[in-house]
């Protein structure tokens, strides 16, 4: 059974510094990752997926994420963080086919100070 | 083009009643799957339906259950609730079975009192 973790319960960092936020999937087949950003109230935005091709992959508000097979990972980054990315963040890996869902990992909370 | 709604926005309902919440996807999606947030268990896939066929069910009981129509709109039962069923339900909708994105809804927060 697929699997995600995310290490990062709560992060907080300064506007204008650096983020990388962690997952690590489990997954038999080539996995289908994605990552997506939720406000308190509201769905889940995608920011960006991971489906084949190039392991570094660009996303929406300045995000990315790269790919490493050999790590199981594929973590969000992002150069310098604005006060309005405060939200959280879920790593997710599709299963296909006839048993399509997505499994999601518990999500990493991002604090911005000012 | 609209995205995915749910209805309604917000339920409070009393222990052993029954609920419906309603989901049309996006224009042309034919996939919706539906997933259970909750601070303790965080996003749980409850069931997907892609052409009014349940393709897969996850770990819940019984007491949910869907449906799809034939213009991709889904509906969630809940019945015979109970406290810990409160909870924000959010569905998705995406254009093929699986190997695309996911577009989600701004989900509906049931209470149940």
């Known amino acids: 059974a697929q699997s995600v973790t995310q290490p990062d319960i709560h992060i907080t960092v300064s506007e204008g510094a650096s983020l990388e936020l962690r997952c690590n999937y489990s997954?038999?087949?080539?996995?289908?990752l994605f990552w997506y950003v939720q406000s308190p109230g509201q769905g889940l935005q995608l920011l960006l997926k991971?489906?084949?091709?190039?392991?570094l992959v660009q996303g929406i508000k300045g995000f990315e994420a790269e790919f490493k097979r050999s790590q199981s990972s594929f973590n969000l980054r992002k150069p310098s963080v604005h006060w309005s990315d405060a939200a959280e963040y879920f790593c997710a890996v599709e299963s296909g086919g006839s048993n399509y869902k997505l499994t999601f990992g518990k999500g990493t909370l991002l604090t911005v100070n000012p | 083009k609209a995205g995915v709604t749910q209805t309604p926005r917000y339920l409070i309902k009393t222990r052993g009643q029954q609920v419906t919440l309603s989901c049309s996807p996006i224009?042309?999606?034919?996939?919706v799957s539906w997933y259970q947030q909750t601070p303790g268990q965080g996003l749980q896939f409850l069931f997907e339906y892609f052409s009014e066929t349940q393709r897969n069910k996850g770990n819940f009981p019984g007491r949910f259950s869907g449906r799809q129509f034939s213009n991709s709109r889904s509906e969630m039962n809940v019945s015979t609730l109970e406290l810990g069923d409160s909870a924000l339900y959010l569905c998705?909708?995406?254009?093929?079975?699986?190997?695309?994105?996911?577009?989600f809804g701004q989900g509906t927060r049931l209470t149940v009192v």
């Open positions: 991971y489906f084949s091709g190039d392991t």
């Open positions: 997954y038999g087949a080539t996995p289908y």
């Open positions: 224009s042309g999606h034919r996939s």
């Open positions: 998705a909708s995406s254009g093929t079975a699986g190997n695309t994105e996911a577009f």
